[in-house]
């Protein structure tokens, strides 16, 4: 069974500029996250769709970052525009959904570098 | 809401030395909890998980954690660790009537030397 595929691995852009994260879940999972993980930290939920609805955006900066899911399937994460504070490494996971035992599946992650 | 603490940010260990990397968590409502590894440039991996029944757990690499509901702690231990064991190990909680939202510690760092 294929894992949860993401790109770019990495991504250094300067501050100001935009940048955007893709991310393919297991197939046939239902929900779908995003994550920030900032160096030393533990990982902290930006979203968390549904299929393609939003069920948790709580801890999104909305005013830089905006994410969709489209068809319920693939999912984009979009900084814009950047700064310095958002250089972390951007981890996307899914679990089959509501019900489950809440184990979810992670990615290899995107490291985002803001200079 | 809840909360995950884990007290030791480094532990060094010698290679066959065992290890307890500690969790404590804070909920007003049940909870399932978690155990992951994270390799260098790798995203996280499953270590063990507790939903329910022994609160002894079991999980991949001979690793194993106790659930302790009144001390509300589900730490992780191996009695012979490995070289390959050094890695950043995160406790998560999950709220068992939630939408499934998980919810970090600030992860351990496992150092184990020869």
Redesign the interface.
């Known amino acids: 069974e294929a894992g949860v595929a993401q790109s770019p691995r990495y991504k250094i852009i300067e501050k100001r500029q935009s940048v955007a994260f893709w991310c393919n879940p297991i197939s046939g999972h239902a929900t779908l996250y995003w994550y920030q993980q900032i160096l030393g930290q533990g990982p902290k939920l930006l979203i968390q769709f549904q299929n393609n609805g939003v069920v948790d955006d709580s801890q999104l900066p909305k005013d830089r970052f905006s994410a969709e899911r489209l068809k319920g399937v693939d999912s984009t994460l979009k900084i814009q525009p950047a700064k310095l504070e958002d250089s972390a490494v951007y981890l996307c996971a899914s679990s089959p959904g509501q019900g489950w035992d809440h184990e979810q599946f992670f990615g290899p992650g995107t490291r985002l570098t803001v200079l | 809401a809840q909360s995950?603490t884990q007290l030791d940010?480094q532990v060094p260990v010698f290679e066959e030395a065992p290890v307890e990397l500690r969790c404590n968590y804070s909920s007003s409502v049940s909870v399932?909890l978690?155990w992951?590894v994270q390799y260098p440039?790798?995203?996280?991996?499953?270590l063990l998980?507790y939903?329910s029944g022994s609160t002894l757990v079991k999980g991949i690499n001979g690793f194993e954690a106790e659930f302790n509901k009144s001390q509300t702690s589900f730490h992780l231990r191996k009695p012979s660790v490995h070289i390959s064991d050094t890695a950043e190990y995160?406790c998560?909680v999950?709220e068992?009537s939630g939408?499934?939202?998980?919810?970090?510690?600030?992860?351990t760092m496992l150092l184990v030397s020869p």
């Open positions: 995950v940010s399932y978690f992951y440039n790798q995203g996280l991996q499953l998980k939903l995160f998560a999950s068992i939408y499934s939202t998980l919810t970090f510690g600030k992860g």
